[in-house]
Structures are given as structure tokens and as C-alpha cells.
């Protein structure tokens, strides 16, 4: 690890102004952070910790959604009987990041504002349908995640909180790394009040919604509606541990068995 | 601690281990938990190519980094004479040519031949320091074309890896009659054939390698703490022929040591480099890799790529076994590296079988890779998957039941000694019986009906079989003299009775997780009838133990128990002696058991105890014919090596939606000869099994062909084995013992790694086999298996 | 940049001086001297590093020493009572769950930390749980029974004999 400054500022507008330095880094859980340090594969002059910021933690109940923190944990998450009442699927998908460990550090705001291609949230954020709250505004999830690593956030924008409506039905399917355990193929499905939604991560540069499936499941939400829709593997993620080919495929394979995990 | 207390059988219980205390509540002493007075930090400068020469190297900015000690590079260890790391093993090629044996500096010079090869080191006040000094080290790279692959190295016009080696080859190797199995081959009823690739693997001991160097100005002594399997030999490779420094001067110190699996066996450079370093910076120096450093610096496992064919006769009786292989050395020869896939490999071809005639050779090649050596079974597994997937493929190709062409060809369990075509001689065995009772509890009759059951469900399952059989405790040391070790294979012994009867048991055997601190103390209770809480086990310090050669090749009982075994005997001998003067007696009349020695048919007695004390406070002693003391060393050389052997059977699933694979069932019933503690023995076998379970399904060494770089250098791409891979494994023993050491053990530390990869790629082959696939590499992945189905299932539509 | 943390380690405060990229674990290894706690990779995967903060089980090596400030941290030398071991390490030796015992400080952190939040765990619960422990020694498949054992008796229950037979005596073969 290089050497760098180390902050913990106690109020959200300390934390954005420091961000002014463009080499300045943000730190929520540091599950993806720390090892890029460690690995000398970054190079920040400062380390912003949000630890300390008041306000960024907890999970509430507002109406018909559930409102997450940014700095909630993922095991938080997991086991927050609201979430399992409200979103049970992203209470399920939270318990299958990382390791037991790395989901008593890792948080919702930091996974979604890294936007690791092979990353769980992602897919439950879009599939959901859900709503991102910074210190400056909202933003869809659709109009989130922009691209590999890359989000539409702007300097000196903190994700304070995640907002997912009352979901019908929905459930996440997750093909592993056997190495790093992240998704080869993650696939979230959802029906949700704006309809049926498909989100896939692991497989492309970031996440992304199959409209082809999201219609044939709105004509006909049973697995067999989507058992022959095959997704182009143009432009997939493609490495040692799966073609673009296979992600291609497993695609249509968890999407039909979320689908069925519907019930 | 009631365990092993006189009265209670030592040998054969499952004494809880000693050493567990201090591991449980943090209190081991790992290399890394070591400090000296005044230490500073080693951080080595690793190649980021493959294949590079290297025009300059600048190592001013390092020099003048804040905190920096000193920057040295190959050209300071060239002044001062330091040689390269040496290889303990010559092997001549088939025409009598000794293999090219090119130098292995311990820093490079003019060129970097692996991504990882060792460059320079940076000695500062902190390892972050030494870091962020080596940044800033400026070196001139001509990077050239690099080669990975044995296959692609022979290939004309493949980028050289040694001038000294033309065409990449390291040594072209043989052994068996060629002229008779091409005889056999002519004549038989069926030849079946096949290619196969042993994927390299890397080893991944949990504790990554770690170095202390320390020099004593005073004394002019070095020490080196040092992660080991075997420090004494560390002491006499880098001693003699790295460094230059007197054994008397030079000690070498492995404490606990975090797993081995052979990775620790060898001389590393950077054992090298901190003793070196320590005189010229007169302080100690710590170096420990992180384990992107052990990913690109351990020496890595198999790689081979083979060919084989094996002849059978109208009665499915083996006639012949043909077998070709490449074995990737990787770029520099590693201290055991050539003996792996030559005399650990062709001579095991025979496993458990009467084939009458075999040959094979062994092209060794050189490539731009880290070197390959030993690692947890060491040529042994290569042997026995080739065998044992060919065993398979020909029983499909007769419609014989693999169990039952197993058996047609099983060496019986009468016909021991037996001598097989390459070169060993095996003791005993008793092949048969570990495969019926292997069978029986794997239910292997009712198997048909679980795959029906499966299949049901839309699964694939599949059962696959392996016996094998190993050659443990790698000697007589004239005979492997005769075959190019530059090493003797014995192992040594001192029993030192204490003046009130305790004992230290100092041993040349070294321990790294398999619990000979309580394996040990066992022998000795049994032995000398003494409570195992007064027997204590010394190992692992150079300054204490006498010469011994540690621990690989699960050789640690076989040979370093029969040490001690010998070394009490000279003990109880002169005990005698000494009882019988006490009790003025013959010699002859005096027994010894139970820690008593005893005047045959009377009730006189003197304890061990007495008899020690005696020794040291010799007032009413025989000095005309002994000496005081009773403190006892003995060198154990075995007369053969030992040969467990054993079946193992996998159950498994395939989902062929996704190629997914569940490990349903894991069976193995092995032959260890006696066992002294089963649970240790079990979990030996466990922690063997998960390695070759690991090696047939998940773990596989990747380098860019184009690059050179190493795509699987951390644990997010190298995917390592965990609880979930498995269910609880299944075990029985069956014990013939070894004919030749005084306890009839055979030993059982690789047994797993051995049989496994075979019995899964077995069961995944009969899942598979109504496709019409023949063969499936390791490791095993889901997109392999996926693609294995989808290519079968095309092929037989279009069909 | 120097700077001081104080902490409570093993019920005791405590208080270093580190560099803001020193990592908890460093801080306990180098700083505090509890060895216990070890480095098995760089990539927060094998978890010999696991300790507890604030009674959660995380990986020393993914938190920086700075991160633990005010904390609450028990490490492997906290976990027996005196010299008599806590009923999780004594199951983890009446079960021969450790080899050459590098994984297991970590392993025997997360298995409180499973325990804690499952008191009954099954055989299937306690595999995927070490899903961030790596073994290269045992196959998992006596660490597993330990951990099931040592639940057993954190809830007061009597487990059943280890498979190896009872410690003191001779095994059944």
C-alpha cells in the first residue's frame, strides 16, 4: 500500500468538499478498496472514511418501499426482517456476497458506487427497480450504472441511501466464480409495480436489463416463457474462468430458475 | 493427559495431538512471528516479464529512498562469489548425455526468464519502505518472445529459454523394455490410446514462504529461520555450494511451519539472500513473500502432457503399457525437480498390475515458467491417472465392468515380493481387498439405480474407481546414488534419557502439520513404556537434531520413525547392560518391557528411570565395559522404499444445464501398513483427498501464451478448494505391513492426492460416457463439462 | 502521517502508533505482538486473519489499524479462559481440525462468529459459512464436525463421541 492520508469526517458536506482533491478516494466498507491497495493497484493521496458520518446507516420502512443506508451492511441487510418482509430476495441476495466476513464490512453504497461488473447489487438495484439517494439528488437505477466501474455519480457525490419499493415477487439466481467468488452470471428477476425486470450481472461490463425476456415474462411469468430466449454473446465479459459463450448461456439458465424460485 | 500412559496401548489410538495447544490459542512460532533485535525488512524486485534481457538496472533512486539499508543486485552477489542454486538430482538422457543443466542465479544478471524471477532486493527499516524503494528501481527490459507450454517449446523455432539447452529440452529420459512392449503391442488383442494433459498446479501451503538471515559479528555465525521441510538440507545446499559458509557456522532454524506439500522443500534464492544480506548489512533481515510472491515464486506441481497406450489380450489381460510424456521443468531446475517425472513417475507404472512389459520416456523441457517440483505426490499422481483413466477407457472399449478388469489384472496378494518392469521391487499388498471394501462402502452395486434416479431429475451421475499404489520413503541411498541423487535419503535419530528418566526425542524428520510431536511421542511410549507427557520431540533447529534429511515423500514414519526406533534399541541395549550389573545378573537374563528391566523369571527389577539415573550418577557403574550416559543416535537407511496402496471411489453429478459439478460421495480405503495414530492417518488422507479433488475439479496454474504472464497469480483466479467443494469423505483402512522397517508402516501423507484425481475424472467420464465422451481434462470446470456436453450432444444429432 | 490509535484488544486498552496504510493486522502482529492472528494472502480471501471487532468476525487484513480506533477487538489469544481452552478450541482438538494450525486461528474466529448467529448449525450451514476460510491441510472435513461439535456444547448439550473415539483412551477401529 502506498501512504496516504487517512480522514474520517463527521459530516456528509466535510466528506464531498474533500473530494475537491480529485485523488482523494472514499472509503465505505473497503471490501474492494483495501485490496486494491494492498495490491499497489491505486495510488490515493487521501482516504475519506464514512464511517463516521452520521445518518448513512439503518434500515427504514417508508410506505410501500424499504430505505437502505449507503453505509448498511451487507449482513445488515441479510438479516433485516423488514427487508425480508419488504424485498426478501435482496435480504436473500446480500447473504451470497463475498464471505461471512466480508459482508459484516462490505456496504450497499459502496458496492453500487464501485460497480464491479461481477457485483450483486447491481443487478438487485436495477431488477428492483430501486432508487439511489445521494447528498445531491436521486437517481433511477436504470440511470445509475453507466458502465465498467463506472457510475453517475459525480465529484463530490456520496450515495447516502438506496430506496426499493414493495416488490410481488422476485428472486436472484448466482452462478460463482469458484475462485473469487463474485458472479460469472448473476440474474435478478422481479416483478415489480413497473413491471416485470431482468437485471444481469457478471456477464457484461456492467449491469444490464434483457428486454426479451422482460416481455415474455410479462405475457407469461412461468420459466418456459424464457426457456428458448437466448442472449448475443457480442461485447460479454469473456476470461479464464468462462467464454462469452457460456456467460450467454448461463444467463438463460438462471433467469429460468429465478423465474421458477418465484414460485 | 491420560493418553498412552503405561498400560495404555500408544501404537494404534488416537492420541489427541500435543501441539495443538499452542496452535489453538495463537501461540505457534511461525517464521513471520519471529523478530530479532534490530531486524530490517527484504523486499524483492520480481520480474514483470516472462522473457527479457535486461540492458541495465539503476538502483540509485532505491538507494537514496527514505529508510533504505541497501540495494544489492546479481552483480554484488557475483563479486563477492555466490554461486547459483544448486539441482540434487542428475538424470542422463537415453543416449548417456547428463541433462543440460543450466545455472540458477540467485539474483539474475543479464536476463529474466519467469514472471517472478528474482531481479533485486531492497533492504530497508520497513517492508513499506522496501516497497516503495524497489518502485524506483530503473531497469532496462528488451523483452522477447516468451514460451509457457512443453508442447509449443519443442516446437522448431520456439523461443530459447537456455542457450545451453537446444530445442528447450532438458532431458530426454527412458526406462522398460521398448522392444518388448512394442511386441506386445503387435500382437494384441486391443491397444487403447489416449492423450492427456496433468495440469499444473500450485501448491499453496497457507503460511507463504518467509526468511530471517541474521550474522553474529561476534561469532561469525550465521543463522536462517527459514519456512522448511527440511532445514538441514537447506544448510548443506546453501552452506556448500550457494554461500560458502562451514556447516559449523551456518544454522538453520524452520519452527512451525504453515503446510508444505513439497513447496518447502527446496532452496529458495530468497533463503539465499537474506544470509548473505545479513553479514553485509550486520543486521537480521526479515523477508516475507505476500501471496501474489508465492503464486510466482514457489515451485509449482505436475504439468505434464502425456500419451499412452496400453495392450491388452482376448482376456482383457494387460500385455503392455506404452507411455510418452512432456514435463515442463519450468526455466530454472529446481532442487528436486528432474527426479519427479523420471524415477517418481515411470517406475510407478505398474501400479497395482501385472502388466509384463512398460516403457517409458520423459522428455523434460524448458519453458518460461516458475520451476516445477514435488508437490504433494510428486510424479505419483501422474502415474496413477494415466493408468488408471486408460484402465477405464479400455474397460469401456471391452464393456467390462472397470472393477472387474481391475481385478483380471490385480498383482495377488500372494504373489509378494513381486517385481514389477520398472525397476521396484513392491513388499506386500493386498490390492483386491482395499477395492472390494472401497466397493462395498461406496454401495458400487446399487449404483445403476442412483443414476437412474438421477437421471430422473435431468442429473448426470457418474462413478468412477482408482486404485493406486506409491512409492514412500525414497531410498536405499546407494540405489538412488546409483540413479543420479545427489543426496542420501536416510534419516536420523537421538534418543537422550534424561538422568530421571524423561527422554528428548530429537529427530531429522520435520513436522509442518502432520503432528509428529504426537505420532512420535506414541512410538516412544510403546517402545520405552515410559507416559508420552515425559517424552518430548525435538525438531526443525539444525543446532539441536543430528543430520537429517526432514520431511516429503510421506517418508516421516517409515524412515524417521524407524530411526527412532533404532536409536531406542541401542538405548534398551545398553540399558540392559547396565540393569544387569544392578542386579547382578547376566545380560542375557535381563528383559526389558514396559519401561522394566527385568531378571527373566524373577520379580527383580529396575525401571528405565533407575537405569538412567544410574548412567548419570554412574557410582555403582560397569565402567571397565560401558560408558556413562544413556543418550543414544542412530542413521536409518531403508532397504527399499514402502508402497501403500489403495481404491478410491468418487460419486458425483453433473448438472448439464450449467456443467456443474457436486462431489456426492468420496470413498477411500487404503493400505498405510500399521497405523499408529488413525486419526491422524485420517486426516492425512482427508487433506490429500481435498488437494486431488481440487486438482480433477478446480485448481489449474493458467499462463498467457502470448505473454507469459501468470492469469491465475491470487486467490480471485486460482480457485482454491473450500468446505463447500465437499462432502465428508469416507474412509477405511487395511493394513499389510511393510516387510523391511521395524514397524511395518508405510506412510500416508500423499495417498489422497494420489488416488482422487483419477476416481473423479473416472466418475465424470461414466456420467459422460453415453455421450460418447472418452476423456475430459482437469480441471474439470463448469464451462469444460458444459462444453463436453454441448460439443457430444451436437455430434451425436448430427450423427 | 503518524497516528496514534487506542483500542481495547483481549479486554485490555491499547494504544500504537501507525501509518495511515497500516492494517489492523500489522498493528496486532507487529505493533502488539500477538502473533496469533496470521497473513495467509493478499486479497482478503483465505481468512487466517479473522478476528472479532466489536464482536463480528472481519478480516484484519481488509481494515486499517486507523479503521479500529475506539474498538473492540478480541484475536485468538483472547479466546480461552486462562490456560483452559474454550469449548470451540477444544473441539477443534478433540476433532484433530488442524494441522499445521495456520488456518486456524481464523478458523476458530468465524466459527464463533457462525455460532453466534447460528447456534444450531447444520453440517450444509457450517461448509458454506467457511465460504472465507481456506484449509490446505484438513479437506475441512474434521473442522467441520469440530464446529458442530463445539456448538453442541456452547449450548450446553453433550455432544456425541468424535469420531475419533473419546481422547483418552484407545480409538475404535
Redesign the interface.
Known sequence: MYEFDYHRPTSLDDAAGRLSDEDAKLVAGGMTLIPTLKLRLAKPTQLIDLGALPGLTGITEDGDSVVIGGMTRHADVNRSEVVKRVVPALAAMAGLIGDPAVRNRGTIGGSIANNDPAADYPAGVVALNATVRTNKREIAADDFFTGLFETALEPGEIVTAVRFPKVAMANYQKFRNPASRYAIVGVFVARTSAGVRVAVTGAGASVFRVPAMEAALTASFTADAIKDIAIPDDGLNSDIHASAEYRAHLVTVMARRAVAACG | ???GSIG??AI???V??R????????????T??I?RPGQVYAYILRSPHANARIGGIDTSAAASSPGVVAVFTGKDLEADGIGGLPCGWLINSKDGSPMAEPPHPVLVTDRVRHVGDHIAVVIAETL?QA??AA?RIDIDYAVEPAVVDSVAALRPGAPLVWEQAPGNVCYDWHLGDSAAVETAIGKAARVVKLDLVNNRLVP?????RAAIGEFNRATGEYTLYTTSQNPHVIRLLMGAFVLHIPEARLRVVAP????G?GSKIYHYAEEAIVTWAAAKVRRPIKWTA???ESFMSDAHGRDHVTHVELALDADAKFLALKVSTLANMGAYLSTFSTCIPTYLYGTLLAGTYTTPAIYVETKAVFTNTVPVDAYRGAGRPEATFLLERIVDLAADELGIDPAELRRRNFIARDAFPYQTPVALQYDSGDYQTTLDMAMEAAGYAGFEARRREAAGRGKLRGIGIATYIEACGIAPSAVVGSLGARAGLFESAAVRVHPTGSVSILTGSHS????HETTFAQLVSDHLGIPIDSIEIVHGDTAKIPYGMGTYGSRSLAVGGSAIIKAMDKVIAKGRKIAAHLLEAAEADIEFKDGEFTVAGTDRSKSLGEVALTAYVPHNFPHDELEPGLDETAFYDPKNFTFPSGAHIAEIEIDP??G?LTVLNFTASDDFGR?VN???V??QV??????GIGQAL?EGC?YDTETGQL??G???????????D?P??VLS?HVTLCTHNPLGVKGCGEA?AIGAPAAIANAIVDALKHLGVRHVEMPA???RL??TIQEHQTRAAAD | MQKTVSLTVNGKPATATVEGRTLLVQLLRENLGLTGTHVGCDTSQCGACVVHVDGEAIKACTLLAVQAEGRNVLTIEGVADGDTLHPMQEAFRNNHALQCGFCTPGMVMSALDLVKNNPKPTEKEVREYLEGNLCRCTGYHNIVLAIIEGATVMRGETPPVAPHGPAHGVAAE
Open positions: 493427559m491420560a493418553d495404555t496401548p494404534g489410538a488416537s489427541r495431538r501441539e495443538d495447544y499452542r496452535f489453538l490459542t495463537g501461540q505457534g512460532t511461525y513471520d512471528d523478530n513499506g516497497r516503495d518502485e499453496n501451503a497457507m503460511e507463504p512451525d511451519v504453515g503446510g506439500f505476500d501471496r501474489s509442518h502439520g502432520q503432528g444445464d450449467t456443474h497405523i488413525p486419526m491422524i485420517a486426516g482427508h487433506g490429500g483427498l481435498a488437494q478446480l493458467v492469469l491465475t491470487s486467490y480471485n483466479d486460482y480457485a482454491m478448494p473450500r468446505a463447500a465437499f465428508n469423505f483402512t489422497g470446470t463448469p464451462e458444459w462444453r
